[in-house]
């Protein structure tokens, strides 16, 4: 019965949705979800504080960003990979593979601490990046790059 009340409301455009104040009651990926769009609601005022490199051996570079007006550590790691990127297309190469970031919260600083490999072909591995494609998404969402 609950099944034909809430596709008869659905189908006459009545579904009203309460809003979840908590991940109770929630699948995981429910919650996920909820989580993620709550990130791109309200006022974003990014302060991108600065990208150090340090080639550390060979095709390995160490990637340490600082930013300020970051929603969570996702936005200090995506600057990360936007530094990365570059970093790749400015030694002559396409690609990178993230290896790992570790990120850091302090006083309204955010900081990420990143390692990537940087290669000429697609490297083997599941966190892998198109050097192009990202620095032009960087670019798109004003992200600076090194």
Partial sequence: ??????????????????PASDDEGMTAKQAAVARAEARFTGPYAPSYEGIETRLLDGDLVNFHVRMRGARDGEDVADYAECAAARYALIRGYGFARHLRTNVAQEAGLWQADAVYTISAALPDGLRTIDAEVVVADCTERKIPTV
């Fill in 1 to 18: 019965m609950r099944r034909f009340a809430l596709l008869s409301l659905a189908l006459t455009g009545l579904v009203a949705c309460a």
